[in-house]
C-alpha cells in the first residue's frame, strides 16, 4: 500500500460529526490531481508503536494541512514530536521562511505551537449540512454526473471558476484513478445545455462526514443562483454515498462562498484560522 493510501485509509476511520473539522480523505484525493507520485510526496505520516497518529498534506510549497487520531489529540508528546518537526526544517516537513499549518483546533499540538510562537492567520468559516433523514432543498436546475468521458466538460468549468486554476481533462482522469475517488462524485449543473458549475464530493464511507472540494460556478453565469444549486446536488450525492452530513470550509473573506452554502442549507460553525510562522 503507498503512503498516500495508508494516509486515506486512517484519515477515513478519523472522520466522525463529534470531532472538529480536520483533513479528509477528499483533500487527499482532490490533490491527486497532481498524480500519484506528486500526491505520495506530499504526505506526511507519522506512527506510534507501528500506528499511524497523525497525517499531513503539504498543499503547495508551505501549507500544511495535518490532523491527529482523535483519541491523541491532548497527548504531549504526540503534540511536541510534531511540533519539532514542523518546526525544523532539515526534517522535511515544512521548509524555511514564512509558512502555515491547518490543524484541528483545540489540541495540543495546536497549543504548543502557538507557545512556540507561531501566530493565527486569515479565518476560515467550516459550514455543515445534515444529511440524515430531513428534505433537501431542490437544486431546480439539470444536474448530471460526469465520468471519464466527460472529463473535459468539469475541467473547462473549474478553469473558468477559478482565476489561477491550471485544472484539465488530464488532471480529472489522473484524481479519477485515486483510491479516495471510488467514493466521489463530479457533478455539473446544466442550463439549457450548457455546464455552468460544478462540485466535486467525496465520501469518507458510510455513516461519516462527507467534503465539498471543490465547488466552482462559471465566471459567465454568476449571481443566477447555480452555485446554490450545484452544492445542494452535491449533498444528495453524499447523502446516496451514505455520508452523515456534508462539510465544506472557505475562507471567511469570501462572504459569496458563505451566503451560497448557507442558502443550501448549511449551518456555519464557528471560524478556525491556519497558524503562520512569520
Known sequence: MSVFDEAVKALREWQTDDQPFQLHPGDL????????KAADDAVRIWHVDGEIVAVGLLDGT???????APELRQDF????RLADDVCTPER???PAGTVYVESPRGTRFQELMFERGW?????WTPLRLALGASSLLDPDVSIEVIGHDQADVHAAVIRASFEKSTFTEERWHAMAVGSPYADARSLVALDRGVAVATIIVWSAGPGRPGLIEPMGVHRD???KGFGTAITIAGAAALRELGSSSALVCTPSSNAGAVATYRAAGFTALPEVFDQRRD
Open 221 to 223: 453565469h454568476r449571481g
Open 119 to 123: 501566530q493565527s492567520d486569515e479565518p
Open 62 to 68: 508551505d501549507l500544511l494541512r495535518c490532523t491527529i
Open 29 to 36: 484525493g482532490w490533490y491527486r490531481r497532481f498524480g500519484a
Open 92 to 94: 522535511g516537513v515544512l
Open 77 to 80: 508528546e504526540l503534540a511536541q
